[in-house]
Structures are given as structure tokens and as C-alpha cells.
């Protein structure tokens, strides 16, 4: 199976196409400025492709010319959109309501959405994404969503709730959500493999560095 993999910004789309029976990444690029000009990026697996300025008005037509150049490029990857057997997509905020994945339906974008004032930047620009691919695909491939907060709801209260008056959380949402859950789950674990431990013995401390950072105390893998 191969999987492509979306990553949608408020003005850019992050994408990789991998092979999943070896876990390599087929294509990989990026397209930045959407809206305001464009730059997009294409790379294969033999490290051919290039970086140019393109004008991409909006997500769906960013998504569309990414299909094309694997499909139909001059460094295409695969055949036809039908070797393309899911997708996946980064979602940063999913709130209290998403603990794990989520398969892609209408109520699930519209949950999405309704979420946004959590992160007006990313949920907006998230559910864009979904939308694009969706258009560009069709139905009938799976579509699933990966939420940044899923690993964090493993957190007790103690560890979510601010020392803030309640009506604050029952009125506003106002809690710990945790930031870059998926990079911290997949580092806690890599970790435990590395020491040849069970991550449910271990007390871990992860570093998330990036433009973003965050900082998460993992016990016993939660």
C-alpha cells in the first residue's frame, strides 16, 4: 500500500508519498505561499525534482498540482491516483473529543471546525486540506485524520486542569491540550526500544524542537 501523507498550514501544504511495504518515502515536497504567490517543491526517491514559483490560489489547486507531478511529471512516481491506497492527515487540535485516529466523515470535519477557536491558525487550514484531497481523490479513498492532541488526553486532570476558576474550562474549553503529541509518542517509544526496556517501566522526558517547541513527561508510555 502507499500512503500520502498531508501536512496543511495556514498557507502551505507539506506532503510524502511512502511505500509502506518498506516504509520509504516515494516523493516529498512542499508548497509554500499559497494565496500570495507560491512555491512549490518536489523531490523523488533518487533525489531528482526541483523548487520553483508557482501560483497556487488556494489549497485544492497546491493539492492538485502535487497529484499531477507524481503522477503525470517529469520525476513521476506512480501510474495513476489509484495506486494511492490512503491518506493520512496532520490535525493539531482535536480538543477533549479525539483520544486516538479518526477515519474521515462530514461529522468528523465539521467536529474539526467546530474545535477552531482552539487553534484558529491549524484546524481551518487542516480542514482545507481534507476538503482539497478529497476533491481531488474522491470518496471512495480512505482518508484518516491524526490529531496532535490524541496522546495528550492520557493526561490526568491534575496534569490538564489550571489553577484558573472552573467556569473558565466549562464555558471556554480552558485547559492543557499538549502540543506535537504524535512527535512525542514516536520519540518516547524509539527510546524505550533503543534501551531495550517496555516503555510501561520507563519515566521519560521528550523534546519536541522546531519552530514550535514543547516539552512532555511521558510514564509509563502515557
Given at each position: 500500500?502507499k500512503?500520502?501523507?498531508?501536512?496543511?498550514g495556514?498557507?502551505?501544504?507539506?506532503?510524502?508519498?511512502?511505500?509502506?511495504?518498506?516504509?520509504?518515502?516515494?516523493?516529498?515536497?512542499?508548497c509554500?505561499?499559497i494565496?500570495?504567490g507560491g512555491v512549490?517543491?518536489y523531490?523523488?526517491?533518487?533525489?531528482?525534482?526541483?523548487?520553483?514559483e508557482?501560483e497556487m490560489?488556494?489549497?485544492?489547486?497546491a493539492?492538485?498540482?502535487v497529484?499531477?507531478?507524481?503522477?503525470?511529471?517529469?520525476?513521476?512516481?506512480?501510474?495513476?491516483?489509484?495506486?494511492?491506497?490512503?491518506?493520512?492527515?496532520?490535525?493539531v487540535?482535536?480538543?477533549a473529543k479525539?483520544?486516538e485516529?479518526a477515519?474521515?466523515?462530514?461529522?468528523?470535519i465539521?467536529?474539526?471546525?467546530?474545535l477552531?477557536?482552539?487553534?484558529p491558525?491549524h484546524?481551518?487550514?487542516?480542514?482545507?486540506?481534507?476538503?482539497?484531497?478529497?476533491?481531488?481523490?474522491?470518496?471512495?479513498?480512505?482518508?484518516?485524520?491524526?490529531?496532535?492532541?490524541?496522546?495528550?488526553?492520557?493526561?490526568?486532570?491534575k496534569?490538564?486542569?489550571?489553577?484558573?476558576?472552573?467556569k473558565?474550562?466549562?464555558?471556554y474549553?480552558?485547559?492543557?491540550?499538549?502540543?506535537?503529541?504524535?512527535?512525542?509518542?514516536?520519540?518516547?517509544?524509539?527510546?524505550?526500544?533503543?534501551?531495550g526496556?517496555?516503555?510501561?517501566?520507563?519515566?521519560?522526558?521528550?523534546?519536541?524542537?522546531?519552530?514550535?517547541?514543547?516539552?512532555?513527561?511521558?510514564?509509563?508510555?502515557?
Amino acid at each position: 500500500m502507499k500512503i500520502l501523507v498531508v501536512n496543511a498550514g495556514s498557507s502551505s501544504l507539506k506532503y510524502q508519498l511512502i511505500d509502506m511495504e518498506n516504509e520509504s518515502v516515494i516523493a516529498k515536497g512542499n508548497c509554500e505561499r499559497i494565496g500570495s504567490g507560491g512555491v512549490m517543491s518536489y523531490k523523488n526517491s533518487a533525489g531528482e525534482g526541483f523548487k520553483k514559483e508557482v501560483e497556487m490560489k488556494d489549497h485544492k489547486q497546491a493539492f492538485d498540482m502535487v497529484v499531477n507531478e507524481m503522477v503525470n511529471g517529469e520525476y513521476k512516481v506512480i501510474d495513476s491516483l489509484a495506486e494511492i491506497g490512503a491518506v493520512g492527515h496532520r490535525a493539531v487540535q482535536g480538543g477533549a473529543k479525539f483520544t486516538e485516529s479518526a477515519l474521515v466523515t462530514d461529522e468528523i470535519i465539521n467536529t474539526i471546525e467546530e474545535l477552531a477557536e482552539l487553534a484558529p491558525l491549524h484546524n481551518p487550514a487542516n480542514v482545507t486540506g481534507i476538503r482539497a484531497c478529497i476533491e481531488a481523490l474522491g470518496e471512495d479513498i480512505p482518508q484518516v485524520v491524526v490529531f496532535d492532541t490524541s496522546f495528550h488526553q492520557t493526561m490526568p486532570p491534575k496534569a490538564y486542569m489550571f489553577s484558573v476558576p472552573y467556569k473558565y474550562y466549562e464555558k471556554y474549553n480552558v485547559r492543557r491540550y499538549g502540543f506535537h503529541g504524535t512527535s512525542h509518542r514516536f520519540v518516547s517509544g524509539v527510546c524505550a526500544d533503543l534501551m531495550g526496556k517496555d516503555i510501561k517501566d520507563l519515566k521519560i522526558i521528550t523534546c519536541h524542537l522546531g519552530n514550535g517547541c514543547s516539552i512532555a513527561a511521558v510514564d509509563g508510555g502515557k
